[in-house]
């Protein structure tokens, strides 16, 4: 799966003040990854986004976590556990959890989770993503959606309903 590090260059740099609107945008980088980020635009402020090798049905998520308390000493990994929720879809992933010093100068989770996971599935249909420790990431227009459609599907490397 895809690095912190290599999700970093790939948007180009380090993260800038927050602004609205945040957007959803799918695009593929020189090796066919796909990327998915909800993110203010034109800029690499970016609280969440999702990696995927296509059609291995896996997804790679990294997400930043409000007001996460450091474990123990250094920058981590520390083992954790991050709830998303899609629709009426709830789910508790294991997850490694990092200080960013550089990108927001927080704390970040990455797990993993199957595009056929409940919460993706959900989060495929409603174009929102959210939970108690990470905030709410809606798709508010029609071109986000399809993003997310089109992330997925590349994902998957076959056809949805």
Known sequence: MITLAAFAAALGGT???A??????GFHKDA?????????????DNEP?????VPGSGLVQVLVYLRD???????????PGRVELWAGAARADYAA????????????????RA??????????????????????????????ERGAIKAFFKHCEG???P
């Open 68 to 78: 996460y308390r450091r474990p123990g000493a250094g920058d981590g990994p520390w």
């Open 158 to 160: 076959r056809e949805r």
């Open 96 to 111: 490694q959890v990092s200080y960013d010093g550089e990108i927001n100068d927080g704390f970040y989770a990455v797990l």
């Open 31 to 43: 090796q066919n990854h796909g990327y998915l980020g909800y993110a203010v635009d034109e800029t």
């Open 114 to 143: 199957r595009t056929a996971d409940p919460v993706m599935t959900a989060f495929r249909v409603t174009g929102g993503l959210s939970g108690p420790t990470v905030g709410d990431f809606p798709a508010r227009t029609s071109p």
């Open 19 to 24: 602004s609205d609107p945040y957007v959803w």
């Open 15 to 17: 993260a800038t003040a």
């Open 48 to 52: 969440v986004s999702l990696t995927c």
